[in-house]
């Protein structure tokens, strides 16, 4: 009898490593979105239409782009617009936000948007949110040596700071 429990004992603690191990490695793996831009919210915010008609709004991974009402908001989102709107687009998606928005690197006719974000100048690198995105940073210096988008401005104020700003 002892020998009889043992073995589904054991044959349970191997299903349930099994399990496991399968959890793990399809974390492993970011889902891929397809389908057509057909919203762009702001700098950093576009919306998603796949070929089953259901629509996703994206925030771009590990970028914060000015707010609307911020100086070079307007500006950023038609950047963001240029890139992307009416174009065939894939979404990696890294994660969920805390607004329900999949966060994900977005490519746009075969060009990352979230790096082009930074290199024209329209988006910070959030440092927040930018772990395992660190090549952004040379990116922004990139683009703040330039003086490309809002780097023209002498002292730009990050989204952040100015949304911490707004709240007081």
């Not at 609307?68 to 890139?83: E, T, Y």
Request: charged share 25%; hydrophobic share 40%; glycine share 6%.
């Amino acid at each position: 009898m002892k020998n009889t429990t043992f073995k589904y004992y054991y044959l349970w603690q191997l299903a349930l490593g099994l399990l496991l191990l399968l959890n793990l490695t399809s974390l492993a793996y970011a889902d891929i979105l397809t389908g057509q831009i057909v919203g762009v919210t702001d700098g950093d915010t576009v919306t998603l239409l796949d070929d089953n008609r259901s629509q996703y709004k994206i925030r771009l991974a590990a970028i914060d782009a000015p707010e609307k009402l911020q100086p070079f908001g307007n500006r950023s989102k038609q950047q963001l617009s240029n890139l992307c709107f009416s174009k065939q687009a894939s979404i990696e998606v890294r994660s969920k936000d805390r607004y329900g928005r999949l966060v994900g690197i977005v490519t746009c006719d075969d060009k990352n948007a979230n790096e082009a974000m930074i290199t024209s100048g329209f988006a910070w690198v959030y440092r927040k949110y930018a772990k395992g995105f660190g090549h952004y940073y040379a990116l922004e210096r990139e683009a703040q040596a330039a003086k490309v988008g809002l780097w023209i401005d002498t002292n730009p104020i990050a989204p952040w700071e100015w949304r911490k700003a707004k709240r007081k």
